[in-house]
T-cell receptor, first 114, second 109 residues
Framework: IAGITQAPTSQILAAGRRMTLRCTQDMRHNAMYWYRQDLGLGLRLIHY???????GKGEVPDGYSVSRANTDDFPLTLASAVPSQTSVYFC?????????????FGPGTRLTVL | GQNIDQPTEMTATEGAIVQINCTYQ??????LFWYQQHAGEAPTFLSYNVLDGLEEKGRFSSFLSRSKGYSYLLLKELQMKDSASYLC??????????WGAGTKLIIKP
């Protein structure tokens, strides 16, 4: 693994189903993020984690949950998917212990909820 | 509320220079980032400004004026591969990134 990986690459999901998007990083970054990107809108933060064991809500957290059991993994769960959750989901990480803290992004998961 | 404004789309000619503007109103300021995003791909980091002035990195430069809430990204010697969306993002008082909707740059031969 080099950088951040996400799985699956794409998924079509029936409304009401539960779905977990996976995200793993190998850079030992303390902070991780989940964004959704919709046409015409900027990236919107769903949830974040500043360090393993802690999580926080972003701008659009409703309908989503996250966990951060260790440094590397940050899964995003949709408990009961709805069509408005159709989007491209990006996981990102950053080293917030340094002064620069650029965010590195995974390749994204394209999710369609029907 | 917090707001980042960028033009939706710009067109430029190969070999030319283009300036993409970004204005922001955020609760606090802890740096401004520019990212490049090719269609269907993830954003990748281009530049970071936290102090006023110009940061130059090869063909790309980024400028910041904190008093005016304004930044621009300058791309020189445009190449076809520079066709992409350019995202402006500001780190607010909570150290979270607030993102603009992005500027789609179209390069014509």
């Amino acid at each position: 693994i080099a950088g951040i990986t996400q799985a699956p690459t794409s998924q079509i999901l029936a409304a009401g189903r539960r779905m977990t998007l996976r995200c793993t990083q190998d850079m030992r970054h303390n902070a991780m993020y989940w964004y959704r990107q919709d046409l015409g809108l900027g990236l919107r933060l769903i949830h974040y984690s500043n360090t393993a064991g802690t999580t926080g809500k972003g701008e659009v957290p409703d309908g989503y949950s996250v966990s951060r059991a260790n440094t590397d993994d940050f899964p995003l769960t949709l408990a009961s998917a709805v069509p408005s959750q159709t989007s491209v989901y990006f996981c990102a990480s950053s080293d917030e212990t340094s002064g620069y803290n650029e965010q590195f992004f995974g390749p994204g998961t394209r999710l369609t909820v029907l | 509320g917090q707001n980042i404004d960028q033009p939706t789309e710009m067109t430029a000619t190969e070999g030319a220079i283009v300036q993409i503007n970004c204005t922001y109103q955020t609760s606090g300021f802890n740096g401004l980032f520019w990212y490049q995003q090719h269609a269907g791909e993830a954003p990748t980091f281009l530049s970071y400004n936290v102090l006023d002035g110009l940061e130059e990195k090869g063909r790309f430069s980024s400028f910041l004026s904190r008093s005016k809430g304004y930044s621009y990204l300058l791309l020189k010697e445009l190449q076809m591969k520079d066709s992409a969306s350019y995202l402006c993002a500001v780190k607010d008082s909570n150290y979270q990134l607030i993102w603009g909707a992005g500027t789609k740059l179209i390069i014509k031969p």
